[in-house]
C-alpha cells in the first residue's frame, strides 16, 4: 500500500495519532491529518489531492460531510471511510451520497477505529483502484505521464521554486525551506505529488533536484540576514540522489561557484524513506556533513524510522509535524509524546523545527516548546524569491537583500 496517499480528518488528537499509527502499520506513509475541515483544505492546497479520505462525521464547525462534498467538488480524492457513532439512517443516506457526487464510500467505521478492518477496507479498495473513473486531478497526472522525456525535460522552465520562511519564538528569520510547483500553461499550477511520478519515470528527478538546488543556494548567497550571514535554505534530497557517487562534489562545485559555505544549505531527508537506506546512503550522507552541509529528518516522530536509524543517520537537526503539536496544551498524552520525541533529538545534540503552524493556536503551542525553530502558514505560507524579497523588507526593513531574485 506504499502507494497510497491518504488523508485523516478527525478532531481527536489521541484518534487521529492511532489513526496515523494504523496506516504507517499497513505500509502507508504518505498521510495528510487535519483536526478542522479548514485545515484539512489547506493541506490539500498544498500537498494537492488524496487517494483516500477518512473523515470523522461529528465536529465543531463544518462536519465531515461538508468535507466530503468539497473532496467531490474539487475531485480531490476517489474514495472515503467514514468514522462515526452517526444512526445507520444518516449513514445509509452517506452511502447514496458518495457515489453521486463521484467518491467510492469504502466503508463506515465505529469510533475507535479497527486496525484490521483499516487494513481490509484499504486491501480491497487497492485491488479495485481502476474501477472508479479518474478524478480531474488525477486525470492531471494520467495526462503528465503521455508525455515524452524531452517533452517533460522542455518543461523546465515551468518549474518554479517557492520559499517558506522558518522563525524563532520570537518571530526573527532564521532560514527558508525551498519547494517547487509546476506551474503548467493548460494544467495550471502543480504540486510535486501530482508531477514527481511523471518526472521520476522519465529518468528527469535528478534534474529536478538540481533545478532546486540552482535556484535555492543562488537565493540564499544574495540574501544576508541582520549579521551579515547567508540566509539559510532548505531543500528536500530524494533519496536516489545519494545513489550518484558524484552528487557531493557537484554540490561543493555549486557551493563554491556562488560563494556559499555548506553550512547554509540543509538537505531534509523524510523519515518515511529510512527504511529504505542501506549502507551506500549513509555513506553519501555521511560525506554530505563533512561536506559541511546539515542534515534535517523530515517528518520526526511518525514512525518510519526507528531509533536505531535515527542514531545512525548523520542528523543535525529534526523537524516535527505539525499534528503533533496541535491540541498539546488539552492533551496530556500528546503533550507527552511531544515532550519524549523532543528529549530524544535535544539528548542527541539535534535541533528542532516545527512546521505546519498554520493558525494562532498553532503558533502559541509550538512556542511553548521553547528553542524550537517554526515554520507555517501563520507565518508565511511558500512564495517567489522576489516576494520573500518584500517580505523580509516588510518585517526587517534593515535587511540588505539584494533585488532581482527570481
Request: aromatic residues 4%.
Amino acid at each position: 500500500m506504499h502507494s497510497l496517499k491518504v488523508l485523516i480528518l478527525e478532531d481527536h488528537p489521541f484518534q487521529l495519532m492511532a489513526l496515523h499509527q494504523m496506516l504507517n502499520a499497513n505500509g502507508v506513509f504518505d498521510v495528510l491529518v487535519a483536526e478542522s475541515v479548514a485545515a484539512a483544505m489547506q493541506m490539500l492546497e498544498r500537498r494537492g489531492p488524496v487517494d483516500v479520505a477518512i473523515c470523522d462525521l461529528y465536529m465543531d464547525g463544518p462536519d465531515g460531510l461538508a468535507l466530503i462534498r468539497y473532496l467531490a467538488q474539487n475531485r480531490l480524492a476517489a474514495a472515503v471511510i467514514v468514522l462515526s457513532d452517526a444512526e445507520p439512517a444518516l449513514l445509509d443516506n452517506i452511502a447514496e451520497l458518495a457515489p453521486q457526487l463521484g467518491l467510492r464510500l469504502l466503508g463506515c467505521v465505529q469510533k475507535p477505529a479497527s486496525g484490521a478492518l483499516l487494513h481490509r477496507l484499504l486491501s480491497d479498495y487497492m485491488e479495485r483502484i481502476g474501477e472508479p473513473p479518474a478524478p480531474e486531478a488525477t486525470a492531471r497526472i494520467f495526462e503528465l505521464n503521455r508525455l515524452s522525456p524531452e517533452q517533460l525535460a522542455h518543461s523546465r522552465g515551468q518549474w518554479k521554486v517557492r520559499y517558506q520562511p522558518k522563525v524563532d519564538k520570537e518571530g526573527i528569520l532564521l532560514g527558508v525551506e525551498a519547494s517547487v510547483r509546476w506551474q503548467h500553461p493548460t494544467l495550471g499550477s502543480l504540486t510535486p505529488g501530482q508531477f514527481f511520478v511523471a518526472l521520476q519515470g522519465a529518468g528527469l528527478l535528478e534534474m529536478l533536484t538540481w533545478h532546486v538546488l540552482e535556484k535555492a543556494v543562488a537565493l540564499s548567497a544574495a540574501i544576508r540576514l541582520e549579521d551579515r550571514r547567508p540566509m539559510p535554505v532548505a531543500v528536500n534530497l530524494p533519496t536516489p540522489s545519494l545513489l550518484d557517487d558524484t552528487f557531493a562534489e557537484r554540490l561543493r562545485a555549486m557551493l563554491l561557484q556562488h560563494r556559499l559555505p555548506a553550512s547554509a544549505l540543509t538537505l531534509e531527508l523524510a523519515e518515511s524513506h529510512c527504511a529504505d537506506l542501506d549502507a551506500v546512503h549513509l555513506q553519501r550522507l555521511a560525506d554530505l556533513r563533512q561536506l559541511g552541509c546539515k542534515l534535517c529528518l523530515d517528518g520526526f516522530g511518525r514512525g518510519a524510522a526507528n531509533l536505531r536509524q535515527l542514531f545512525d543517520l548523520p542528523l543535525s537537526e529534526v523537524k516535527l509535524p505539525g499534528e503533533f503539536v496541535r491540541g498539546m496544551a488539552e492533551d496530556g498524552k500528546k503533550a507527552a509524546v511531544v515532550a519524549s520525541a523532543l528529549i530524544l533529538a535535544r539528548r542527541s545534540a539535534l535541533d528542532v523545527v516545527v512546521e505546519d503552524v498554520d493558525t494562532l493556536a498553532d503558533w502559541h503551542a509550538a512556542q511553548g516548546l521553547g528553542g524550537s525553530c517554526l515554520q507555517g502558514g501563520f507565518i508565511a505560507w511558500p512564495m517567489s524569491g522576489g516576494e520573500l524579497l518584500q517580505w523580509i523588507d516588510a518585517r526587517e526593513p534593515s535587511t540588505n537583500g539584494q533585488q532581482g531574485v527570481a
